[in-house]
């Protein structure tokens, strides 16, 4: 699966250069939206195991979880204190209570959101096997939860501490994992992988566009949209379906490259937004290359040029992580 998590991230990735600095919203994002974070979600499910003991699980989903959260926090607090020293938008001490303000409360900052929520659906989705038991009356409840979450994102608008809203849609996500796994579908669709991919990709193309027609806003966990759920669902599955089936066909450099993604996706997921990104756009502006890329090649070339200086950034960033913890560089 680490090829698929591999795709998912250069997805993330591509869809918030291209939201910020390619034409905002397009098709092609939209696209990528429609299964980009529920791919991780129900790869998440298809790995769960449940064993006994809420203390243990507590303790290595907290180990897992929050020790990359804190890191990451960190780095973008200081990334920020510095950026404010320089620019002076605004004190630093507000600055700085305003961040750490954001990473207690947690309520959808920055794309360290998607852990804590993470975190809370495993934790719930636990909770479901210890006292329900069998996998129709899990799934049962898994979808009356991600029910529940969406009706809040729906009424209320306000995020909860800790994004506790999107974590209940995150057990349904990991409810359809869980499935896939008991029920080995992802093997049954492998006998014939490019004719079920071809299903899959227009399944979930149709679902969107019919969603997007009737709802008007787009599928967006960030800002608690969820559009027509049940369509919504369906084109969430099969896009990550599609995904990993592709993911099985790939070969060579190309499948080790996204392999290496896979393995490495917790770097690039928390930080390439809040500190490669603006790093990257900034050097182009200083440098006026930016202006210059994209008189050339359009808003095509300057999402290709960010989005190639936002993944060196965090590969620099994962090596010094390594160096410093292992005292030698390892890829």
């Known amino acids: ?22 034409g905002g919203r397009t098709p092609f994002v939209l696209a990528l939206y429609t299964f980009h974070l529920p791919l991780f979600f129900i790869i998440s499910g298809y790995f769960f195991t449940y064993r006994p003991g809420f203390k243990a699980f507590l303790t290595k989903k907290c180990r897992v979880y929050l020790i990359p959260y804190a890191f990451a926090a960190i780095l973008i607090t200081g990334f920020e204190i510095m950026a404010q020293s320089v620019l002076g938008d605004r004190p630093v001490a507000e600055s700085t209570s305003y961040m750490l303000l954001g990473f207690i409360m947690q309520r959808r900052f920055t794309t360290l959101w998607f852990l804590t929520a993470l975190l809370l659906g495993e934790l719930i989705f636990w909770l479901l096997f210890r006292f329900v038991k069998n996998m129709i009356g899990i799934c049962v409840a898994s979808l009356m939860i991600g029910l529940a979450g969406v009706g809040y994102s729906e009424l209320v ?152 200086g936002v993944m060196i950034i965090c590969c620099a960033i994962r090596w010094c992580v390594f160096a410093v913890h292992l005292g030698v560089p390892r890829w």
Request: proline share 3%; net charge neutral.
């Open 157 to 308: 608008h306000v995020p909860l501490p800790w994004n506790l809203d999107a974590a209940c849609v995150v057990v349904l996500y990991l409810a359809v994992g869980a499935m896939l796994k008991s029920h080995d579908v992802i093997a049954l669709l492998m006998r014939d992988r490019w004719r079920n991919i071809c299903v899959l990709v227009a399944v979930s193309v149709v679902c969107s566009l019919i969603n997007r027609t009737m709802n008007g806003e787009p599928y967006e966990m960030f800002a608690g949209q969820y559009g027509i759920f049940p369509l919504t669902i369906v084109a969430a599955c099969t896009g990550s379906l599609a995904a990993i089936l592709l993911s099985s066909t790939l070969r060579g450099p190309l499948s080790d490259g996204l392999s290496w993604l896979g393995r490495n996706t917790m770097v690039f997921f928390l930080l390439h937004k809040s500190i490669a990104m603006p790093i990257t756009v900034k050097a182009l502006q200083a440098t006026h290359l930016g202006a210059a890329i994209t008189s050339i090649s359009g808003d095509a070339g300057l999402v290709f040029v960010i989005c190639l």
């Open 1 to 22: 699966m680490d090829v698929a998590k591999g795709i998912g991230i250069l997805s993330v990735v591509i869809g918030h250069v291209v939201i910020d600095y390619g």
